[in-house]
């Protein structure tokens, strides 16, 4: 079972209607109690990074998902949700994030590294490169074109967290994690079939309920 948070900042009907349409069960869920008692945390997120704290913080869900996290449980954020596993945001000020995944959430500049301008928000389809192609999450899933909505990109402090990126304006990290804690930058429930693919294998992490290793 994939409990999916709810804290009022979340596409909570696209997500549901993909893990419905993988054959995944789930839950909805604001309530601690009830979200403690499933396999698998799904965390959404569209919004404002200090907003989304804001609000974690005031359910008491803070905590609770780094406990979760710490127990080797399988947690998967998606977009602001992923930005959020992070250190802290510089959107708005600085402010803390769950600190589960090393690294800070800035804005893009831009500006690329040749001169060249780009349009910020980073929106649309953009294709996916592995760089730990034999990871759990992306069994089984090809190098193909995901759907990307945001302003802020993530400056990752240590390299085995990037497990696929794209490229706008510089290198986006796309899917993160270390061991049972992931993310993507894209919305996987929008993606078509490469998104699809890589909810379908949280899916099989949240069954077999431990670490997302490589498959070597």
Partial sequence: MIGIIDYGMGNLH????ALERLGLNYIISDQ???LNKVDGLLLPGVGAFPDAMKTLNAMKMTEFIR???EAGKPLLG???GMQLLFNESSE???TEGLQLLPGRIERFTGIDESGELYKVPHMGWNQLRFQQKDHALLQNVEEGHVYFVHSYVVKHDEDDVLIASSEYG???????GRNNVLGTQFHPEKSSDVGMAILRN???????GGEAREHV
């Fill in 14 to 17: 696209s997500v549901s209607k």
């Fill in 32 to 34: 601690i109690d009830e």
């Fill in 67 to 69: 406990q979760w996290a």
């Fill in 78 to 80: 998606i977009c602001l």
């Fill in 92 to 94: 708005h000020g600085s």
């Fill in 170 to 176: 510089g290198v986006v990290p796309a899917v993160v």
């Fill in 202 to 208: 949280f899916g099989k992490l949240v069954k077999q």
